[in-house]
């Protein structure tokens, strides 16, 4: 049963192991630094969305401003230019805006002055006056374009470098004259068959002073930018920090439980949000792995005492039980596919007196090395094992003949066996007898096998050990005479002890 008084233990870790395991990242690795830099990436590309949206939005309104500035200047213009030449006409679009000015002669010619009784340059500084910007009179010439009529200067517009197309009919736009740009109004003058004469310009600034406030604004967006960026690079952080400050205690706690630790309750399940419910999952781990560190243990002691049950604890060979096991399940492989099988009573000769002389020790060793022997002489299909005693059994799959298969097993054992054996110093050359029964042909139960290999076992100790024999019907218990036999034994240990080594 899982130890309760164990789970419901809680040891709070020191906060040094705290501020240990936040020391292992770096500020950037961590949850805290990768959640606040995900937040100023997304405060940053939010901020310069909506400042690059409202500069081209103001950018849009100050050229829908710089137009109604221009054409309201032209307006100006023609107005004054109609109050002092009377002679001249206007032509309007639908909106009601002078498009182009109809004169008989050049406004700045010498006749022009003499029938209105003004210098070009006075009505100049009549429309400045009226719009406060500069205002040109151009007059227009086939080859260099249209030309200041007070500087001789060639004006020249951004949307036509050669300067005599795009006045050619009512403008607005930037326009370059004496080496500055201004953001102009034109309105071309044509005489009364159409041919273009001129043009009156004016301006409503020059370019670095209408520039100006955009300049200033994206100023001051840029350090409004840097402000709430430090503003919220601090609140994020404390947010932050806050809000994961549980987060290194859960992720120890899922460490010491990956470590089996699992002593430590879980921290933190009372917290009313997701944190909470991690931690409240971490909890159930943790129980679990109680549980399943308890379950796992009783299954590993279920797999030794299943292995215990089927094995002899000496030589790890299959015991008695797993022997029955093994012949009922070939028997009804017998009977289903066919396959023959033999059995192979093996006991050690003289093994007893070897063990009473020189202890159980070597007794044990001498034990454990037939079995190894005895394993090494295995092929596929055929199992051995320790029935008890210096007592052997092997199951020995049919390849070919049961009896010639079962001779060339026998004789092997026979050699290995024979073989001298080390055990604590002591050198050994002992023997083996052998009983064999074959199935189906010496029967076809269990009880019928092993009886037919014990006689021939006996059969063989009869006949002076160190052979084998298969049964045959007929054959019965010989007792040997056990005074001569006991004798023998005797003689032939102390043998061995004066000799060092010798055959039993």
Known sequence: MVDK???????????????????????????????????????LIAYGVGSAAGFFEVNRISQEQWFKQAATNSQITSYIIRNIYTSVAVQSNSEGQVVSIESERPLWDDESMIQT?????????????????????MFFDDKLGFIDTQ??????????????????????????????????????????SGKLLGAVVTSIGERDALSATHNQLLIHTLLMLVLILG??????????????????????????????????????????????????????????????????????????????????????????VAY??????????LKIEGMVFNLLLIDLD??????????????????????????????????AFRLGGDEFAILQQVNDDSETDAQALANNVLATLNTPFICSGHTFAISSSIGISCAPQHGQTREDLFAHADLALYS??????????????????????????HQNVINVVADNESQGMGRL
Request: neutral net charge; contains cysteine; glycine residues 6%.
């Open 5 to 43: 008084e164990l789970i419901r233990h809680e040891v709070v870790p020191p906060s040094n192991q705290e501020h240990n395991l936040r020391g292992k990242y770096h500020w950037y690795h961590s949850i805290t630094g990768k959640v606040a830099i995900y937040l100023m990436l997304g405060v």
């Open 117 to 137: 009784g003004f210098n070009p340059a006075d009505v100049l500084t009549l429309v400045s006056t009226q719009t406060h910007n500069p205002t040109w009179l």
């Open 151 to 192: 500087t001789q200067q060639k004006l020249i517009t951004a949307a036509d470098n050669a300067g005599n197309l795009a006045l050619k009919e009512y403008y607005r736009g930037f326009a370059t004259l004496n080496g500055k740009e201004y953001f102009i109004g034109s309105i071309p003058i044509v005489d009364l």
């Open 231 to 320: 503003v919220t690079l601090v609140v994020v952080n404390w947010l932050v920090r806050n809000l994961f400050r549980p987060v290194p205690r859960l992720i120890q706690a899922v460490s010491l439980i990956a470590a089996e630790k699992t002593d430590q309750i879980t921290p933190f399940q009372t917290q009313e949000d997701e944190i909470g419910e991690l931690a409240k999952a971490i909890e159930k781990l943790r129980v679990a792995m109680v549980d399943r560190g308890y379950l796992q243990r009783m299954q590993e002691m279920a797999q030794k005492m299943e292995y215990m049950a089927h094995h002899d604890s000496l030589t790890l060979l299959p015991n008695r």
């Open 324 to 333: 029955r096991n093994s012949i009922d399940e070939r028997l009804f492989k």
């Open 350 to 383: 003289y093994f007893k007196p070897v063990n009473d002389t020189y202890g159980h020790v070597v007794g044990d060793e001498l034990l454990i090395e037939s079995a190894t022997r005895l394993s090494a002489l295995l092929r596929e299909g055929d199992m």
């Open 460 to 485: 063989s100790k009869s006949y002076g050990r160190n052979c084998f024999q298969f049964y045959s019907d007929g054959m019965t218990m010989i007792t040997p005479n056990n005074l001569l036999f």
